[in-house]
């Protein structure tokens, strides 16, 4: 009835309230026709991607498709927070924390210092001196305080030392 009002030019006013049913899909038009098809979107027999873990404020997960497989992570963060990017992956962390066998490694042959507390070493490519300092958070502030600063000179003397 509503196409039979189309033809004779008059058109159906729009319900204000929300649809019965809505269908995802493609309208296709061509050039130089007045052919219009619809194509609804076809349910997909698999789910698109599987969730390995989730956790507020973010999850990772795999995607799965015909083409290539990959993970995704998705980290939400407030914005409010003053350093976003280092909040994102403090989140990202803290969901792939359990998922990880083990601490990731320093993959380096020569360090310039390498003890439990100190590890530091030259990247000549990037021309960059890295220092991994590991502090035990178990002590007082104080005592945590003194033992960074003594670290941290350190790596003072091993620049002063060294020709980079």
């Not at 052919?35 to 990772?60: H, I, M």
């Not at 590890?119 to 502090?135: E, F, N």
Request: hydrophobic content about 35%; proline content about 5%; aromatic content about 8%.
């Amino acid at each position: 009835m509503a196409t039979k009002q189309l033809i004779e030019g008059g058109f159906d006013v729009r319900p204000q309230s929300k649809p019965d049913v809505s269908v995802r899909g493609r309208l296709l038009k061509w050039k130089d026709s007045d052919y219009v098809a619809f194509e609804p979107q076809k349910a997909r027999e698999t789910p698109a991607r599987t969730v390995l873990k989730e956790k507020k404020g973010g999850c990772f997960y795999k995607n799965e498709g015909d083409k290539e497989n990959s993970f995704s992570l998705h980290v939400n963060v407030d914005g409010s927070e003053k350093y976003p990017a280092y909040a994102a992956l403090e989140k990202a962390t803290e969901i792939l924390k359990p998922l990880m066998k083990e601490e990731p490694r320093i993959n380096v042959k020569k360090f310039f210092e390498d003890t439990p507390e100190l590890k530091v070493w030259h990247r000549k490519v990037d021309r960059q001196l890295c220092a991994m300092i590991t502090i035990d958070s178990s002590v007082p502030q104080e005592r945590m305080s003194s033992q960074l600063f003594r670290l941290a000179s350190e790596v003072n003397k091993i620049i002063n030392a060294n020709k980079f």
